[in-house]
Each structure stands twice: as C-alpha cells, then as structure tokens.
C-alpha cells in the first residue's frame, strides 16, 4: 500500500506500507517514507527537465523501493491499495497499472507451458544445448503465451509480443531450430560427457569418433534424413498456424543465397540442413586433427582395450604394439629414464603388460587410465605407468576453466570492479576450494603473513 502527500516543509512525501502474514497472524507496517520528487528516475522527467509526479514516476519509485531496497520479488505481490485518484489507478498511466505489468508478463508463460525456460548460459555450453532443446519442446505453449501477451492494452509487452511472434511465424525460423535439434541431440551427451573432470582420453576418443560416424551417415542419407525433419516442421508449423513456405527465387540475388529447388523441402535441405551438418563435421574435424588424435592411440595401455584388440591375431597385436611406440615417442622426452630406455625395452613392457591382463576376467581389467594407474607396479611397469599417468592427466576439454569463469562472474561484481588481480584470484581460490579445511593451518597463515615484511605488530612470538 502506498500513498502521496505534502508534509509541512511542502516536500511531497511518499508512505509505503507492507501487509503480510507471518506465524499465521497478519501484519500491516510501514517501513518507509520517501521523497517524491528526489526519487523520480531519470527517464520520468521531461525533456526539459521538469519533475511531475505521474503515475509512471511514482509506479516506477514504488518498484524501485521495493526491488532495490527490500528486495522484494514482485511475483509474490498478491494486492496492491492506493487511492482512487486518476493517477494512481489510471488504466493506461496509472502507477498500480505500472506496477502490476512488472510481474504479470512474467508469469503468463509459466502459467501455459508450467514452467520457466532455460536460459543460454554464457559460461557453459551444455546449457545452450538443454535451452535449445527445451525451445523447441515448448515452442506451441510458448507461441500460445506470446498471442495471449500482444493483445494486452499494455503497449511495450504487447509489441514485443508481437515482435517475437512475427520471427517465429517463419519458416527458416522452423527449420532452423529442428535442424539443430536434430544435431543437438548427438552431441548434447558428448558435451555432457567432455564437462565431467573424471574423464580420460580413450572414452573421449571413442565417445567423439561415434559422433563423427554418425554425422557422416547423416550426410550421406541427407535426404531421407531432412525428410522426417521437414514433416516434423510441417507439423509444428500448423500447431503454430502457418504454412512452410520456401523465399521468392530470382534470377539475380543480391542479398542472400540463390539456391535452386523445385520445392520448399528441397530448398531448406540444400539452404539449411545441408551447410549446418557440413559445417558441423568440418568443425570437429578441425579441432580434433590428426596430430591430436595420435595422443589418443595412448589408450591403448589400458588393459580391457589392449586384450580385446590383442586377441583376434597375432598381425593385430604387432600393429598395437607399433602404435604403442610410435606415441612413445612423443613424449619420451618427459623423463630422462624413459628418454633411454630402448624401443625394444618398452615393447617388452608391453607384452608383459598384456599377458598379465589375460589371465584375469574381464571384470577385474580396469577400464580407465585412473585404474590402470593404480593397479600398475612401478617396479615391472615404469615407463607403462609413466604413459598411463599422461593418459590420465592429458586435458580433455576446458570445462573446468568455464566453470571458473562462472566463479569469476559470482565474485567480481559492479561493487568489486576495481579490485587487483591478486585479492581476486584469492577470493577465487577461497570460493572454489570450499573443501579445504583452513581452521587447522590458521597459525601457519599467520606466520606467514608475518614473514612477508616488517611490521609493526608481533604476529610470532
């Protein structure tokens, strides 16, 4: 509840009230006064500069009070009591109107689809993959919500309504997002699976191999493919109510793409479906080069992976034994005694290292570099653990420095943007690090901090 009047000082003071239940009995406080004139934003004011105490300025005063400085949600406002004077209950420019269009908006999607979306998350990819997939789930409520907001009286909602409808009524919008989603769903398990800090290279190797294959596979049967794509838009299309439709083709395009198609399926294959798995596999391709991709012939080591290739022949155990020693190579140089040590010395190793694992059942082979490296004697095995321990240890993916970018977004806000990169990579380290047991290492802190440089206290007796 709020309300206006002019104190004997002819300062327009504003009074806002709070009723709210609490231990099952009903409160009604007032927690502040304000001055009108001194809280009108900036946007309120005319051109000139001049102060009038509208509905949209003192709407807007009560909002910011309530937001910025009780943090009050204004979702869980369920009433609102003013006056009955034109300018607070005014239907187009009256401050409870003002007031009620900041939470109404965002409740009528969850109302229709249930929920909230996903939003596209700046610091983790695999969120962009769920929000996506959510998008296109939802895509009929959501276009239902958007028709019921841009019929509102209220002006700026009700045109980006509009706005947002007109982009989705639209067939390369369509699609677009099922091409996507079609994509999306192989690689959201990858990118799933490249965010856990307990993966090693060979289920890296083979996870990401599988997505290549089958991304192939699409390319080869793109028609049949598109085809199941294209009837799902159709479909989605008519929920929505509109038709799929292919763009005017002229003789002389100057502002997009001329693809020549005799109908719109074949049109959005060749403009959309096409270049976006092309694109895709390049892009795989590229980040996982051959260089790369020999790193990863190190799985090998491992024990349920090298019996299984082992046992068909004696030709393939010697091409696994070759490939072995060529990746040693690479990085012999990482320790003086494996440095020397012999191709011959090694692919000794080798085949004791596998007949060792061939006497035990599949169950007991370890199916990990980690494993692997446990359950490897240094003693027999020390170049075989050294590798193991590259294997284990080699970077999969940076989802562990995004997830620090998340950390850096949590703790270097508006109100700390001046601090040096030293205090802020210390409170970074404190906030990732939750784990670590300070209380028991406080005296040594201290010593520490005492022995940086001279100082006027005694910290150390």
């Not at 929505?240 to 005799?262: C, E, H, T």
């Not at 290492?441 to 901090?449: G, P, R, S, Y």
Request: aromatic letters at 6%.
């Amino acid at each position: 509840m709020f309300d206006e009047t002019t104190d004997i000082s002819c300062t327009e003071q504003l009074t806002l009230v709070l009723r709210y239940v609490i231990n099952n009995e009903i409160h009604e406080d007032f927690v502040t006064f304000l001055d009108a004139y001194q809280s009108i934003r900036q946007e309120d004011k005319s051109n000139s500069g001049e102060s009038k105490l509208t509905g949209h300025a003192l709407g807007h005063i009560v909002i910011d009070v309530l937001t910025k400085d009780f943090g009050i949600d204004l979702k869980l406002c369920v009433g609102i009591g003013t006056d009955g004077c034109s300018v607070m209950i005014s239907q187009d420019c009256g401050a409870v109107t003002e007031i009620l269009k900041q939470s109404k908006r965002h409740l009528v999607l969850k109302n229709i689809l249930g929920k909230t979306l996903t939003g596209l998350c700046q610091t983790r990819w695999i969120e962009m993959h769920d929000g996506i997939l959510q998008f296109k789930s939802a895509l009929p409520k959501i276009v239902e919500a958007l028709t019921e907001v841009s019929i509102w009286s209220e002006r700026i909602s009700s045109s980006k309504a509009s706005i947002l409808l007109s982009a989705i009524n639209n067939s390369e919008f369509i699609i677009c997002i099922l091409a996507m989603v079609d994509v999306l769903k192989l690689t959201m398990p990858i990118s799933r699976l490249l965010q856990s800090t307990s993966l090693d290279l060979a289920n890296a190797s083979s996870s990401i191999d599988g997505v290549k294959e089958i991304l192939e596979e699409k390319r080869k049967n793109c028609v049949s493919e598109f085809k199941t794509i294209f009837s799902n838009a159709s479909d989605l299309a008519t929920v929505i109510g509109f038709d799929l439709r292919m763009p005017r083709i002229v003789g002389k395009q100057i502002n997009r793409s001329n693809y020549q198609a005799k109908d719109t399926e074949q049109y959005y294959l060749r403009s959309i479906y096409i270049p976006l798995l092309d694109t895709v596999k390049t892009d795989m391709t590229l980040r996982l080069s051959t260089s790369t991709l020999e790193a990863f012939d190190l799985r090998l080591l491992i024990p349920k992976t090298i019996v299984v290739l082992t046992d068909k022949d004696s030709c393939e155990k010697k091409n696994i034994i070759k490939r072995i020693l060529n990746v040693a190579t690479k990085f012999s140089k990482l320790n003086a005694e494996v440095k020397l040590m012999t191709p011959d010395l090694l692919e000794g190793e080798v085949m004791l290292w596998i007949h060792k694992w061939k006497k035990c059942t599949p169950d007991q082979r370890p199916i990990t570099a980690l494993d692997a490296l446990t359950k490897c004697d240094n003693e027999i095995f020390p170049t075989i653990r050294l590798y193991l321990q590259i294997l284990a240890t080699l970077p999969v993916s940076v989802a562990s420095a995004e997830r620090s970018f998340s950390t850096l977004r949590r703790v270097k806000t508006w109100l700390r943007s001046r601090m040096d990169e030293d205090r802020l990579t210390s409170l970074c380290l404190l906030n990732v690090h939750q784990n670590i047991n300070m209380y028991d290492k406080v005296d040594d802190i201290i010593e520490l901090f005492a022995k940086q440089k001279k100082r006027r206290l005694e910290f150390v007796v």
